[in-house]
């Protein structure tokens, strides 16, 4: 199973919006509404913070939304803010029942 | 509240073994759930390893499966991999996590253990 394509890096600056992608195939993203998003800071755990495609686990600030257009999901942070700073992994749920992980997206709060 | 917590040796030799367990507390493995294993090597991404529900279902990831094998000690409320043959490949942090469905890690993770393969 290949990896999903985000894009190595983002940027944006406090209060600015940005989105990260994920790509995938319709045996994976497109075929599923199993998309997850989870943030890692520097030697900390993945934390949960999209599931199906667009929940908010309860906890997660509603600055954190999710969506999908065909083969693609998408995490849109509002309001950026210097704690966002992070990497962000997107997963999907596949057709052989396994699970496949995006490369990452490092987040960086200018 | 759950918690989870990884626990075995921070250094395995090549060609060995891998064997660590995690060990469940605030929720009886028996009474639901998958539970499941994620890797990462230092400076990567994650990698999904596999998935066990209570009475023994499992996934595996195929890349890994020859290798892989999970298991649940319910009496212990606690979760088991062992992964054979390891290589330098295989150096990363270890996390467990029970999982949304059978395979997607919740917001339950360990604080994850760095499993090192020495030559």
């Known amino acids: 199973q290949s990896a999903l394509t985000q894009p190595a890096s983002v940027s944006g600056s406090p209060g600015q919006s940005i989105t990260i992608s994920c790509t995938g195939t319709s045996s994976d993203v497109g075929g599923y509404n199993s998309v997850s998003w989870y943030q890692q800071h520097p030697g900390k755990a993945p934390n949960l913070m999209i599931y199906?495609?667009?929940n908010r686990p309860s906890g997660v600030s509603n600055r954190f939304s999710g969506s999908k257009s065909g083969n693609t999901a998408s995490l849109t942070i509002s309001g950026l803010q210097a704690e966002d700073e992070a990497d962000y992994y997107c997963s999907s749920y596949t057709s052989s029942s396994t699970l496949v992980f995006g490369g990452g997206t490092k987040l960086t709060v200018l | 509240q759950v918690q989870l917590q990884e626990s075995g040796p921070g250094l395995v030799k090549a060609s060995e073994t891998l064997s660590l367990t995690c060990a469940v507390s605030?929720?009886?493995?028996?009474?639901?759930?998958?539970w499941g294993w994620i890797r990462q090597p230092p400076g990567k991404g994650l990698e999904w390893i596999g998935s066990?529900?209570?009475?023994?279902?499992?996934y595996y990831n195929p890349s890994l499966k020859s290798r892989v094998t999970i298991s649940v000690d319910a009496s212990k409320n606690q979760f088991s991999l062992k992964l054979s043959s390891v290589t330098a490949a295989d150096t990363a942090v270890y996390y467990c996590?029970?999982?949304?469905?059978?395979?997607?890690?919740?917001?339950?993770w360990g604080q994850g253990t760095l499993v090192t393969v020495s030559s």
């Open positions: 066990i529900s209570h009475s023994g279902s499992t």
């Open positions: 199906e495609v667009s």
């Open positions: 605030g929720y009886s493995i028996s009474s639901g759930y998958y």
């Open positions: 996590a029970r999982l949304l469905g059978v395979v997607t890690p919740s917001g339950y």
